[in-house]
C-alpha cells in the first residue's frame, strides 16, 4: 500500500469513525424558555465535547488502520488476487 493509498484509506476510516462517535454523550438543550429566544435550536447540544470526539476518532482510526495496514502489508488482505 502506497502513502497517497493509505492517506486515503485513513481519512476515509476517520470520517466513517467520525460520524460514529458524534451522537455519543449529547444531552439535548431541553430547558424552556418563558418568551421565545430567537436563533437557539431546542434540539441543539448544550455541550457537544467536539475536541474530544475529535481525539477519541484518531485513536481509535490509528487502531483500526495499523490492523489494515498489518493485513494487507503481509498479503492476509490482497485485492488483486480476489479480482482476478
Known amino acids: 500500500m502506497g502513502l497517497t493509498g493509505s492517506i486515503i ?4 476510516i476517520w470520517w ?3 460520524f460514529s ?5 449529547i444531552e439535548s438543550n431541553k430547558e424552556v424558555f418563558k418568551e421565545s429566544l430567537e436563533g437557539s435550536d431546542a434540539g441543539a447540544p448544550k455541550n457537544p465535547n467536539i475536541a474530544k470526539k475529535f481525539i477519541i476518532t484518531t485513536i481509535i482510526t490509528s487502531i483500526l488502520f495499523t490492523m ?3 493485513l494487507v502489508s503481509n498479503n492476509f488482505i490482497n485485492l488483486r488476487n ?3
Do not use: E, K, S, T
Not at 9 to 12: A, E
Open 9 to 12: 484509506i485513513y481519512v476515509m
Open 16 to 18: 466513517i469513525v467520525f
Open 21 to 25: 462517535v458524534l451522537p455519543f454523550g
Open 68 to 70: 489494515i495496514y498489518y
Open 82 to 84: 480476489l479480482l482476478q
